[in-house]
């Protein structure tokens, strides 16, 4: 896959490049990575791509020439599918589903905002998608796109050691991930559930499924809503409910 960034600030993109498991994947030639400077395409000396929004009010807006021309070298740079993005408080909630989407694409141009945001008319004629990452401003779009990348990436066949990581996190199969543990057995006179030491790899999972939908129903019911239970989700969720309506007579 290639990923492109359309960025004011290239040297960000560092961060996702250069270290961890993005960064490996890259030494490895999984992934290639290109950014672009608008900047290049200014029509004057000091490289201003912005101006003052027509009808007033506060901020400036990035042009569109020098964001349009930027987009179209970066579609001279690769073959097969691909899509545009905006990262945008406008746009559509990034999830897992569509993270798995884009991560089937052979290239991805990520369009970086700053200042106000950009001319309406790229908007119109050259971004195929707007993504959100929450609802909440951030003042540019770099780090908004280096979270996509990262998730888009961590799909990619051989980025991960173990395919199993990304398949068993949480909004993998539509539930919050369970609890993890690891060494040492207590910590803080905290033990770790005897069932994960048990070696009984079916009471395992059972426990690791319960444990998920109980961390749904808790932290994203929503999700649950959505979801189209199996019979044995359905009967767990019946027990953590009764076991819940037992608990809270018993404080009573």
């Known amino acids: 896959m290639l990923i492109q960034a359309i960025t004011l600030f290239p040297e960000m993109f560092d961060s996702i490049t250069e270290y961890g498991v993005t960064g490996r994947a890259k030494k490895q030639d999984l992934w290639q990575f290109n950014a672009i400077n ?30 349009q ?44 905002g700053r200042y106000e945001g950009i001319d309406e008319r790229v908007l119109a004629q050259s971004i195929d998608e707007e993504i959100c990452i929450g609802d909440f401003v951030v003042s540019g779009g770099e780090l908004p796109a280096m979270m996509l990348m990262d998730a888009v990436l961590r799909l990619l066949p051989g980025v991960l050691g173990d395919m199993q990581s990304a398949e068993q996190d949480s909004f993998a199969n539509g539930l919050l991930d369970c609890p993890h543990y690891t060494r040492p057995i207590e910590f803080q006179g905290m033990a770790v559930p005897e069932i994960l030491r048990s070696g009984n790899h079916a009471l395992i999972a059972q426990w690791r499924l319960k444990q998920s939908l109980q961390r749904t129903l808790a932290r994203r019911p929503d999700l649950l809503e959505k979801r189209e239970l199996t019979p044995q989700e359905s009967r767990l969720l019946h027990e953590i409910k009764q076991e819940e309506r037992e608990s809270h007579y018993n404080q009573d």
């Open 38 to 67: 608008p900047r290049r395409f200014a029509d004057n000396k000091l490289g201003y791509i912005d101006d003052r929004p027509f009808g007033g009010g506060p901020g400036m807006i990035m042009m569109a020439p020098p964001l």
């Open 69 to 112: 021309a930027a987009i179209e070298e970066a579609r001279t740079q690769h073959t097969g599918s691909s899509k545009t993005v905006y990262l945008s408080p406008q746009g559509r909630p990034l999830d897992h589903q569509k993270v798995g989407e884009l991560a089937r694409l052979d290239n991805l141009i990520l369009v970086c």
